[in-house]
């Protein structure tokens, strides 16, 4: 199952304040503190933060030294006056809101949404409104409690700008039964992307281990033996091809955080307009017209859409299989590329 943590977060930090504001707590450094680190004196001081965030909270000057904003290594000295302004404590759960849902299934047991592009499935930093879990706790009376307040019903998820079907569970028995297919790779899960530029072969597996990216923290990769790294693999097929892109159908055996985009950059043909991996961020149309003028955007999103899952119901004897329908944007893009790249 993939890491719940969403992928595409944004990175900016948590605090930027001015000092002239109120909440500031302020200290005096003392004697027995001499010579000791910035962050070493927080952390014994305000022990319910970690050091991590409070390291963020001194590179967003959230944090002053005699009024000058210093590095997390700074030491101290007796008699200077540290400044700390503490973060807004995060909301435990989502606020309901009134959001539409393209509901594709739904029983007692569960519900299989068809998750729209840009929408971030649990609240995350700078994400705390216009959620999955915020439109759900509108819609649904009762969901599981087995992911806690901050993800009631979330059995697995989607990055933010991936579209189509994502399974909720309504109870907690459901959602244990659901997690224990998603970890036992039982669930047949079967994505439709675009990708650039086409694939070499015209179907392959690619069996190679993600961790984390050894510079960039919102990033995975490709990672041979290293500590963070889990076996993934990815069964992929060319349905299209075309003057520099391709349409293909990707099976992914395994659930891991980024795992196709990682895997089609792998092999060197990226997701269409995958901000992190392709190196493209938009596709406007004349970008394959070659036309001056031509300024319609066609896409703003990497083209990744869920299109079908295939699992046992959770408490009955019967097969699911849900499919959901291609989203308009990745449709356009699509017809666009058939005409002017055939």
Not at 5 to 27: H, R, V, Y
Not at 34 to 43: A, Q, Y
Not at 139 to 167: E, M, N, Q, W, Y
């Amino acid at each position: 199952m993939s890491n719940p943590s969403e992928s595409n977060q944004d990175e900016s930090p948590e605090i930027e304040a001015s000092e002239s504001g109120a909440g500031w707590q302020i200290l005096t450094v003392t004697e027995e503190e001499d010579h000791e680190r910035l962050d070493s004196f927080l952390v014994r001081h305000f022990p319910k933060f970690s050091r991590v965030k409070l390291q963020r909270a001194i590179s967003s000057k959230a944090v002053l030294v005699d009024h000058c904003a210093v590095k997390a290594s700074t030491r101290i000295k007796p008699g200077q006056e540290v400044r700390f302004l503490p973060p807004q404590p995060e909301p435990e759960g989502s606020i309901p809101e009134n959001i539409p849902l393209d509901i594709l299934f739904e029983d007692d047991h569960l519900v299989a949404i068809n998750k729209p592009p840009f929408m971030v499935v649990h609240p995350a930093k700078g994400h705390w409104s216009g959620t999955l879990t915020a439109a759900l706790a509108f819609h649904f009376k009762r969901l599981s409690s087995i992911g806690g307040p901050a993800r009631p019903g979330i059995v697995h998820r989607l990055d933010r700008d991936t579209s189509g079907v994502i399974l909720i569970a309504k109870t907690d028995q459901a959602h244990i039964a659901l997690s224990s297919q998603f970890e036992n790779r039982v669930v047949e899960k079967e994505y439709f992307a675009i990708v650039s530029p086409a694939p070499n072969h015209d179907r392959d597996l690619i069996d190679k281990p993600i961790g984390d990216h050894p510079y960039q923290r919102e990033k995975k990769a490709i990672r041979e033996g290293h500590s963070s790294s889990r076996p993934a693999s990815s069964f992929y097929e060319v349905i299209e091809r075309f003057q520099g892109f391709a349409s293909v159908r990707v099976k992914p055996k395994t659930g891991r955080t980024h795992q196709i985009r990682v895997h089609l950059a792998h092999i060197g043909t990226s997701v269409l307009c995958d901000r992190l991996y392709s190196g493209r961020a938009l596709l406007k149309l004349k970008d394959l017209t070659r036309r001056d003028g031509d300024d319609e955007v066609l896409l703003e999103r990497q083209a990744l859409h869920a299109h079908r899952i295939k699992f046992a119901h959770p408490t009955l004897a019967d097969v699911i299989e849900i499919v959901a329908p291609m989203p308009s944007d990745m449709e356009r893009t699509l017809a666009a590329i058939r005409e002017y790249r055939n």
